[in-house]
């Protein structure tokens, strides 16, 4: 801990040098609050094709300083920039390398949360970058399209890389029929929407850990792409287009947040965070838990704006809460776009009648130490001490029960599952179909099935645990070893 409070004292000095040399900060121009300002839209990050085909994107994870309360400078962190980072386009069969260096003071690593690769290239806490040092992972994109992101995993510190703004998202196209009928053009039809709900000190230092949710002097404000809506107002997205696909990411440490439009009509969800849905689903909120992510499809002609509105429920000890509109879309487009085809995808329910092995995933706390099965993955001795072992190819049921008063968010590594039943009763809507990252309501008992595919290694592990990252980091973590026999 001396290390990271030690490490924050120089973020904000940093900053203050920063600021009283006339470094350029990323305003959020506060001026135009009442009216709002234009989205923000990460740019896309460029690939260097290699003679082999190999796409390399290069990340520099750096430090910088970013307005995120009126009028005040923040320490922050990013992906090649200040705070948050480019988007990353890629289709399933590439090869990609990601060179990564670690320009923070501290360790690190760059987990691909919700990608199907090998444990040795996952990016857990087994990764670590070293302050100063590169990493350069390369793996297949081996899934159809899909909403992933990025973001530091190392152990203890993701909280705190995550809030500082080390989060940002890769979307996966395919060439099926399904998701060709889907909006694609980045920037022009389709665009990510990434969501916080950031804990901040009234000076401006971004918090991290369950004391700062609960000190006084926090607040909550929700950022959208990065701007605070409550400083830049409602941002606006004016479009040519009679569709636009927005994939949606809680990347919040913490709290919940739930979509809705202001005119409470309906939303078109496409895709889980795991696959697009067998069937455009049509539904009047959409609730995100930290990590989650989903897509929907708005329709909007000329003169027929759509405003959505986010809500805010506390994940934590305290957090967020209320209602902000956070995108308003204007669009010239003066015909409808026609029909989404009525299937965008296969889904296939796992044969779970015979299961290779049932576990259960016991979460509890004592205090504000988190536990998965009674051990709380503080340290990889622990996780290694307690790790749960699978073979490649085995199909799994698991029951996930939770003791605690608390919601949490269930995230597994490696593959996508499929959610057999909460509290006995079959999930229903988008939870019904592959997913990466679900919400456990206190007091809940949840079985999910999977099936480890593909990729086994005796050595470095996948990860499971909470994905509110305080809770990860007090101990909501557990190793999967997926072995090769
Ligand atoms: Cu988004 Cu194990 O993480
Ligand atoms: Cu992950
Ligand atoms: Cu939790």
Redesign the pocket.
């Known amino acids: 801990m001396r290390q990271h409070i030690s490490r924050r004292n120089l973020l904000q000095t940093l900053a203050l040098t920063g600021a009283a040399a006339g470094i350029c900060l990323r305003t959020a121009s506060p001026a135009s609050a009442a009216t709002g300002s234009a989205l923000t839209v990460p740019d896309l990050l460029d690939a260097t094709a290699d003679s082999d085909g190999t796409k390399a994107f290069t990340l520099s994870m750096q430090t910088g300083t970013t307005e995120i309360l009126s009028g005040i400078s923040s320490a922050t962190c990013g992906f090649n920039q200040a705070f948050l980072g480019p988007v990353i386009k890629v289709s399933q069969g590439d090869t990609v390398r990601m060179d990564i260096t670690n320009n923070l003071d501290d360790v690190s690593t760059v ?1 691909w ?1 919700g990608a199907h690769i090998p444990p040795a290239v996952d990016g ?1 806490p087994q990764n670590t970058i070293e302050a100063g040092a590169t990493f350069s992972p390369s793996f297949e994109i081996n899934q159809a399209a899909c909403t992933l ?1 990025f ?1 530091p ?1 190392a152990l203890g510190t993701t909280s705190e890389q995550v809030a500082s703004g080390l989060a940002s998202m890769i979307i996966v196209d395919d060439d099926t029929d399904g998701a060709a009928a889907l909006p694609s053009d980045y920037g022009t039809d389709q665009f990510p929407l990434i969501l916080q709900s950031l804990p901040i000190s009234t000076a401006g230092v971004i918090r991290y850990t369950t004391a700062d949710e609960l000190a006084t002097s926090t607040s909550f404000p929700l950022l959208v792409n990065g701007a605070n809506v409550g400083v830049a107002g409602t941002p606006t997205l004016d479009v040519d287009a009679s569709r636009i696909r927005l994939h949606l990411l809680n990347a919040s440490i913490a709290d919940i947040i739930t979509i809705t439009r202001t005119d409470g009509a309906s939303i078109t969800q496409v895709a889980t965070d795991a696959a697009l849905l067998a069937a455009p689903l049509s539904i009047t909120s959409l609730r995100l838990v930290g ?1 989650e992510r989903a897509e929907i499809c708005l329709d909007v002609t000329s003169g027929a704006d759509v405003t959505l509105q986010a809500t805010v429920t506390a994940g934590g000890a305290r957090g967020g809460s209320g209602t902000s509109s956070i995108l308003t879309v204007t669009s010239t487009a003066t015909s409808a776009a026609d029909d989404l085809p009525s299937s965008l995808n296969t889904f296939t329910a796992l044969d779970v009648s015979s299961p290779d092995a049932t576990r259960t995933i016991a979460l509890s706390n004592s205090g504000n130490t988190m536990l998965i099965n009674g051990v709380a993955g503080t340290t990889m001795d622990a996780m290694e001490a307690a790790e749960i072992m699978t073979t490649l190819g085995a199909t799994e049921v698991w029951t996930i029960t939770n003791a605690t008063g608390l919601t949490h968010s269930f ?1 597994l ?1 490696d593959v996508p599952f499929q959610v057999q039943s909460i509290n006995g009763a079959a999930p229903t809507g988008a939870y019904a179909q592959w997913k990466d990252t679900i919400l456990i309501s206190p007091q809940s008992t949840n079985v999910i099935a999977m099936q480890f595919t593909d990729y086994a290694d005796n050595t470095y592990g996948y ?1 499971l ?1 909470c ?1 509110n990252t305080v809770h990860e980091d007090e101990g909501m973590m557990a190793m999967l070893m997926v072995m090769t026999d």
Request: proline share 0%; glycine share 16%.
């Open positions: 987990h949360h857990g992101w973001h995993h990590g995230h590594h990860m645990h994905h």
